[in-house]
């Protein structure tokens, strides 16, 4: 079931964000969220939906605004993350439609993926959702003693 995100949801996001951020670079970021984090985005004005099962979250979307303002009010960049048992269950399509539905619903124009270039997976489902390579930016992140590419993937809503 896709749902909006309650604070009670907050120690299962972060578990699943913060495996991410320890353990692979499909985000650069190296510092965890902690539960207060969390707890701010999840009671904030940016919608941030889960997929759960019962009282398991087995994955969490988000967007936010591209970049600071008017300009920009159009576009928006998301976040998606599936617990690696969640993967190829269709939850993660059902979390991207979900979230473009309300950001399209909101008056964003299109939606931005921001994907690890290390993370075919991560191209390939964006693809598969509609999503188009627009740039790929050489040596944005730094993460586990490496520079890694950026690419930028957009589906106009």
Same mark, same amino acid.
């Given at each position: ?16 964000? *913060?495996?991410?951020?320890?353990? *692979? ?16 985005? /999840? ?6 939906? =889960? ?5 398991? +979250? ?21 976040? /998606?993350l599936l617990a690696p048992q969640a993967r ?26 921001? +994907?690890?270039?290390? *993370? ?13 390579? =627009? ?7 730094? %993460? ?6 950026? +690419?930028?993937?957009? %589906?106009?809503?």
């Amino acid at each position: 079931m896709i749902r909006p995100a309650a604070a009670a949801d907050a120690p299962q996001i972060a578990a699943l964000w *913060n495996a991410m951020i320890r353990d *692979n670079t499909a985000t650069f970021t190296p510092d965890e969220k902690t539960l207060d984090q969390i707890g701010a985005m /999840i009671a904030g004005t940016d919608p941030f939906l =889960v997929w759960a099962e019962g009282y398991q +979250v087995l994955g969490f979307a988000r967007y936010f605004q591209f970049r600071g303002g008017a300009g920009y009010r159009h576009t928006a960049e998301h976040t /998606i993350l599936l617990a690696p048992q969640a993967r190829g269950q269709g939850g993660g399509r059902a979390l991207m439609t979900a979230i473009a539905d309300h950001a399209r619903a909101a008056g964003r124009h299109s939606l931005i993926a921001g +994907v690890s270039g290390e *993370n075919a997976a991560g191209i390939a489902f964006h693809a598969a959702c509609g999503f188009q390579t =627009v740039a790929t930016l050489p040596e944005m992140g730094w %993460k586990f003693g490496r520079w890694l590419d950026l +690419v930028l993937m957009l %589906k106009r809503l």
